[in-house]
């Protein structure tokens, strides 16, 4: 497809349980963002990803969060041992530079894990 | 830090009414400045931006003055529509930080009523 596309768009794990959320970014793109959106909030950056390069992983809360984009196309987010607080949509949103110039990112429609 | 507040929704009105809504700013250096539009079952878009201080951004009848003197960049339409029902979120870009990622306000729902 031409835009961002995540998935599952739809999770639901029992505390405890590791999770794997995919990106698909639009093709071409060089920057790669994930951020948490919990309920009634905006969007929180976790990690950012120009190609294959991680450059900031400060928003990522805790080690249990891991990212990857090894080709620098996909990523995947992690999250182990899921605990209730990890609860939110996560946003994948790419962009065809360094969105800090430009702004312009292009985000997917999420993927909402619920932990029980 | 880099932080946005906006003025919580929801924001009810009649079609064709006009509409502010208020976003301000705090940020080092200096940021630039958008709006991004959730509009119901689909993902963020950018609506407008502006990257230095007087600009104004325009997309589809809304616009956005990027003021540095009141640390603000609120958002008006003159003419709302019933297809502007969607959640609005004010962002800046503190590039000057070196930091890629853009800060996001928590959303203000607008609903118009027919």
């Known amino acids: 497809g031409a835009g961002v596309s995540q998935s599952p768009r739809y999770k639901v794990a029992k505390r405890g349980q590791d999770v794997a959320l995919r990106c698909d970014p639009i093709?071409?793109?060089?920057?790669l963002f994930w951020y948490q959106q919990a309920l009634g909030q905006g969007p929180e950056f976790l990690t950012y990803?120009?190609?294959?390069?991680?450059?900031?992983k400060s928003g990522l809360p805790s080690d249990r969060f891991f990212a990857e984009r090894p080709e620098g196309s996909v990523s995947t987010l992690k999250i182990q041992r899921t605990q209730q607080e990890d609860s939110a949509v996560y946003l994948c949103?790419?962009?065809?530079?360094?969105?800090?110039?430009?702004?312009?990112?292009?985000f997917g429609e999420g993927s909402r894990l619920t932990v029980l | 830090g880099n932080s946005v507040t906006q003025m919580e929704g929801p924001v009810t009105l009649s079609e064709e009414a006009f509409l502010t809504i208020n976003c301000t700013y705090t940020?080092?250096?200096?940021?630039?400045l958008f709006w991004y539009v959730q509009y119901p079952g689909e993902g963020l878009q950018l609506l407008l931006k502006?990257?230095?201080?007087?600009d104004k951004g325009s997309n589809k009848g809304f616009e956005a003055t990027y003021r540095k003197e009141t640390t603000s960049f609120h958002l008006e339409k003159g003419s709302v529509q019933v297809s502007d029902s969607a959640v609005y979120f004010c962002?800046?870009?503190?590039?000057?930080?070196?930091?890629?990622?853009?800060?996001f306000g928590s959303g203000t729902r607008l609903q118009v009523q027919p």
């Open positions: 949103a790419s962009s065809l530079g360094s969105a800090g110039d430009t702004g312009e990112l292009f």
């Open positions: 093709s071409g793109h060089v920057s």
């Open positions: 990803f120009q190609n294959e390069a991680q450059l900031d």
């Open positions: 940020a080092t250096g200096y940021p630039s």
């Open positions: 502006a990257t230095k201080a007087d």
């Open positions: 962002a800046l870009s503190g590039r000057d930080t070196g930091r890629r990622a853009l800060t």
